[in-house]
């Protein structure tokens, strides 16, 4: 079993790689655990809008290379798992954090639930839904003029726009992304973040639903000699880091 490495020696380890190592097959059930991993990332409202498919079958992965324009990072790729944001899900997601909240408060009737509680159930019963309830984008511009006209007066969530709620889920699932990544370096495989690719195609092949939208795909393999293809260049850190 190869140790896996600490956090920052993980984080430092992981680069885009751009041509995985052909003759270096990668552990299915490894890669699943990283994506076990994933799904531990915060998540807005604890919404867990997202999905990852886990791509593994030739004939899937190499669909997926022409839809990710043939990038190397795709074609050389023993696996993929693509990161899928789900916000046309989030009745059913409400549904499951209300259910289990109910399991953990126990069985009883409405009124002997204590305030927390009671906070807890409406978030998930009365605001998620005033916030994710929308109609071809009408809804949320409305919302948007109201919640910005008492913004005149007190500090308020202003975040309900449909682009808004899409950012949502997008950010959620990236920090997913982030957690597979970072698991996949701590024990030695590799992988490539892209977002390059038709997303159109992608949802065809993986026969995703029209709210599914494609958060990021990432190759995964383990690098070949020249799989990274420069040293890593960041901005100066002064230039990104500002404390107050
Ligand atoms: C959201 C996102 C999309 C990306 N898309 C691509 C891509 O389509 N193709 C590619 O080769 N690299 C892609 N990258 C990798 C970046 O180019 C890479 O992270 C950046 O150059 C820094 O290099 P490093 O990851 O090795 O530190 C993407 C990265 C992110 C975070």
């Known amino acids: 079993m190869i140790p896996e490495k600490k956090v920052t020696e993980a984080i430092q380890y992981r680069r885009s790689v751009r041509v995985f190592d052909k003759d270096v097959d990668i552990?299915?059930?490894?890669?699943?655990?990283?994506?076990?991993?994933?799904?531990?990332?915060?998540?807005?409202?604890?919404?867990?809008l997202w999905e990852f498919y886990h791509i593994t079958d030739e004939k899937v992965l190499k669909q997926l290379t022409v839809a990710c324009l043939d990038?190397?990072?795709?074609?050389?790729?023993k696996q993929l798992v693509v990161v899928v944001a789900r916000k046309?899900?989030?009745?059913?997601?409400?549904?499951?954090?209300?259910?289990?909240?109910?399991s953990v408060y126990g069985d009883k009737?409405?009124?002997e639930y204590s305030r927390r509680?009671?906070?807890?159930?409406?978030?998930y019963q009365k605001l998620i839904p005033s916030i994710y309830?929308?109609?071809?984008?009408?809804?949320?511009?409305?919302?948007?003029?109201v919640f910005n006209c008492i913004g005149l007066f007190?500090?308020?969530?202003?975040?309900?726009?449909?682009?808004?709620?899409?950012?949502?889920?997008?950010?959620?699932a990236g920090l997913a992304a982030q957690n597979f990544m970072i698991s996949?370096?701590?024990?030695?495989?590799?992988?490539?973040?892209?977002e390059g690719s038709d997303t159109l195609r992608v949802k065809k092949i993986l026969k995703l639903p029209r709210g599914a939208e494609i958060n990021m795909i990432i190759g995964c393999g383990v690098r070949s000699e020249n799989g990274v293809y420069g040293p890593q260049f960041r901005v100066p850190f002064e230039t990104t880091y500002f404390e107050l």
């Open 27 to 48: 552990d299915t059930e490894k890669v699943k655990q990283c994506v076990q991993n994933a799904v531990l990332a915060p998540t807005s409202s604890n919404l867990q």
């Open 117 to 123: 509680e009671k906070f807890a159930l409406n978030y």
């Open 109 to 111: 009737a409405k009124e």
């Open 88 to 102: 046309d899900l989030w009745k059913q997601r409400a549904k499951a954090n209300v259910s289990f909240l109910k």
């Open 71 to 77: 990038q190397n990072a795709a074609k050389t790729a």
């Open 133 to 145: 309830t929308e109609f071809l984008g009408i809804l949320g511009l409305l919302k948007y003029a």
């Open 184 to 194: 996949m370096a701590a024990i030695g495989y590799d992988t490539c973040p892209m």
């Open 154 to 172: 007190r500090p308020v969530y202003r975040q309900v726009r449909l682009s808004d709620l899409r950012i949502v889920a997008h950010k959620s």
